[in-house]
Each structure stands twice: as C-alpha cells, then as structure tokens.
C-alpha cells in the first residue's frame, strides 16, 4: 500500500501531514478542527466536534407553563379536561405546548419522575436535525413544566 504520509522540509525541520487515504471500508480524511482520522462525511468534522459546534436544541424553550386547576386537577389545553399524571394525553399537550418543537424532527418522549407536589413535570426528549451540509445530528435535552 502507498504511504499515507508526505514529508515537507521547511528549513531545518520535518513537518508531517497526514493526506486523506483510501482503505477498504471508504475514504478517511482528517476532522478540520481536531486532526483526529475520520471516514469522510459532508461535514468534514468528527462526532464530537460536531456536537460542539453546533446545539440543535436553540430555539427549543427549556421552561414551559402548564396551567392546572388546584380543586379539581384538571388541565387546560385549549378546555379543560382531566388527565392523570405522567399519561400520554398529558405528554401529547405537554410537547404541543414546546416553542421550536417543529423546526425538528421529534425522536423520542419519555417522562422523567418528579415528586407529585413538587407542581413540575419533566420531560426528556430526544430530537434530529439535518445541520452542515446533510450530516444528521441526534441530541436529548430535558424540557421542565411549570404546573401553575
């Protein structure tokens, strides 16, 4: 196989600079931030500088009022109707209820256990967005409901 380095000389020094090869398995190039050997992707950018660089939960509120009747328990989404906690009738008006929801597409939804009189809910979601050129990144963020 052909070597994978080629040697410059700049005045009295050796400088060593990795090309991208071909392997079996694709093409590996360098990550443009990091240097680490990677298989070539659009972003040219390894997963966790990736993951650095770019936050796909912006724009997603982290903090959401919920609002809930104190005698009866029952919850307004748009009238108000009684759901048991932790339901997924109450997740389903809970993640209607998350701003920037929409410009992402939605993975997973699970409730995260908080004490009944703490009057907050939790939930983790799990969320995909196309960022950089067609590299699809996946991030979990949890988002807290405020009972008022």
Not at 91 to 102: D, E, F, N, P
Not at 129 to 142: R, S, Y
Request: with cysteine; aromatic share 8%; hydrophobic share 40%.
């Amino acid at each position: 196989p052909k070597s994978n380095y080629n040697f410059y000389r700049f005045s009295t020094s050796f400088i060593e600079i990795k090309m991208a090869t071909t392997l079996p398995g694709g093409v590996f190039i360098i990550c443009c931030l990091c240097g680490v050997e990677i298989q070539q992707n659009p972003s040219n950018m390894c997963v966790s500088c990736l993951r650095d660089k770019t936050d796909i939960t912006e724009g997603i509120h982290k903090q959401v009022s919920l609002h809930s009747c104190r005698s009866c328990g029952r919850f307004q989404c748009p009238q108000w109707q009684h759901m048991a906690l932790e339901s997924k009738e109450l997740m389903a008006v809970c993640l209607r209820k998350i701003s920037g929801l929409s410009r992402v597409k939605l993975i997973d939804a699970v409730w995260i256990w908080t004490e009944p009189h703490s009057m907050r809910l939790k939930i983790k979601i799990t969320i995909q967005k196309e960022v950089m050129n067609g590299a699809i990144l996946q991030q979990a963020t949890v988002v807290d409901f405020i009972i008022r």
